[in-house]
């Protein structure tokens, strides 16, 4: 049973990344899957996340119209499109199977499993 965090990189102010977040041995469609990101020193941020229940989607005020999450039950992946990247949007990105979908909606870290994350540099 694992999640896999990819698509991260160094990419310029203003550029686009999508980052997936694949599952194995376990079937994703299942959860609710959240989207969190982290410096060091930092409190963990909750980016974005998408409800098993009716497929709703949240984002944080920060990236709200510039990030889509997105879900493709056939590759048991869900993905995370981020546009207009700002230098603030730096981190290590994980995803994780959330708990509860109160907790999808409010982009609360209460997670069944974390997936190792993916380092995204927004720089010049």
């Known amino acids: 049973v694992q999640l896999q965090a990819s698509g991260g990189g160094l990419v310029q102010p203003g550029g686009s990344l999508r980052l997936s977040c694949a599952a194995s041995?376990?079937?994703?469609?299942?959860?609710?899957v959240g989207w969190f990101r982290q410096l060091p020193g930092k409190e963990r941020e909750g980016v974005s996340c998408i409800s098993v229940r009716d497929g709703s989607t949240y984002y944080a005020d920060r990236v709200k119209g510039r990030f889509t999450i997105s879900r493709d039950n056939t590759e048991n992946t869900v993905y995370l499109q981020m546009n207009s990247l700002k230098p603030e949007d730096t981190a290590v990105y994980s995803c994780?199977?959330?708990?509860?979908?109160?907790?999808?909606?409010?982009?609360?870290?209460?997670?069944?499993?974390w997936g190792q994350g993916t380092l995204v540099t927004v720089s010049s």
């Open positions: 041995g376990f079937t994703l469609g299942y959860y609710s």
């Open positions: 994780a199977t959330m708990e509860y979908d109160s907790a999808c909606q409010a982009l609360e870290p209460a997670v069944y499993s």
